[in-house]
């Protein structure tokens, strides 16, 4: 499905998902980026790095991630407004209250972010440092959007990243068990 043109050349719509393997922990990201220089918006994704234990940090650190790919590939350069949506109100909630000048686009169809006082994790706190110096330049706007629901708009872009974010998980989680069975391997013929 073709996304309609970005308005806006100066302003870029992030949706990031992630996926866990509560078994391995291991854990990957998928991503949709929409401006106006994108024609049908960008998908991409990847692995996400070792220690992270549960869902949330990986939500957050698939956010981290994204924004040091934008970056990295130019997208961010000469945009004045970012748009962070996630189907994790932990992570957008931890976004808004780390990072003071976040403006929070709430809407009808999903869950309020608010500023509420929570305690980040290590790996947490890692990830909101990563992404305050991504975006530290931009008017930047977050918003919840509810994951997995039908008939709703945008429906079509949570699932193309949720079956990325698998698919990183997937070959992580494959890896990890490869390097798990060689060492058990290793150790049974010592």
């Known amino acids: 499905?073709?996304?309609?043109?970005?308005?806006?050349?100066?302003?870029?719509?992030?949706?990031?998902?992630?996926?866990?393997?509560?078994?391995?922990?291991?854990?990957?990201?998928?991503?949709?980026?929409?401006?106006?220089?994108?024609e049908k918006g960008l998908i991409f994704g990847g692995p996400l790095p070792r220690g992270i234990s549960n869902p949330g940090e990986a939500e957050l650190g698939g956010i981290a991630l994204a924004l040091r790919f934008l970056l990295e590939q130019q997208?961010?350069?000469?945009?004045?407004?970012?748009m962070v949506q996630s189907d994790s109100l932990r992570s957008l909630q931890l976004i808004s209250q780390v990072l003071p000048r976040v403006r929070i686009a709430n809407h009808a169809d999903a869950a309020a972010v608010t500023k509420a006082q929570l305690r980040p994790s290590a790996m947490e706190?890692?990830?909101?440092?990563?992404?305050?110096?991504?975006?530290?330049?931009?008017?930047?706007?977050?918003?919840?959007?509810?994951?997995?629901?039908?008939?709703?708009?945008r429906q079509w872009v949570n699932r193309m990243c949720d079956a990325e974010a698998r698919r990183h998980m997937l070959v992580?989680?494959?890896?990890?068990?490869?390097?798990?069975?060689?060492?058990?391997?290793?150790?049974?013929?010592s």
């Open 1 to 38: 499905m073709k996304a309609p043109p970005h308005p806006d050349p100066r302003f870029l719509t992030l949706f990031v998902d992630a996926s866990f393997c509560h078994r391995t922990h291991a854990a990957g990201y998928g991503a949709w980026a929409k401006k106006a220089a994108f």
């Open 125 to 153: 706190t890692k990830a909101l440092v990563a992404i305050e110096t991504r975006v530290e330049q931009l008017d930047l706007l977050v918003r919840h959007v509810r994951g997995h629901t039908r008939g709703r708009q």
């Open 172 to 189: 992580e989680r494959a890896r990890l068990e490869a390097e798990s069975s060689a060492a058990v391997t290793v150790s049974g013929k």
């Open 75 to 82: 997208h961010l350069a000469e945009l004045d407004r970012l």
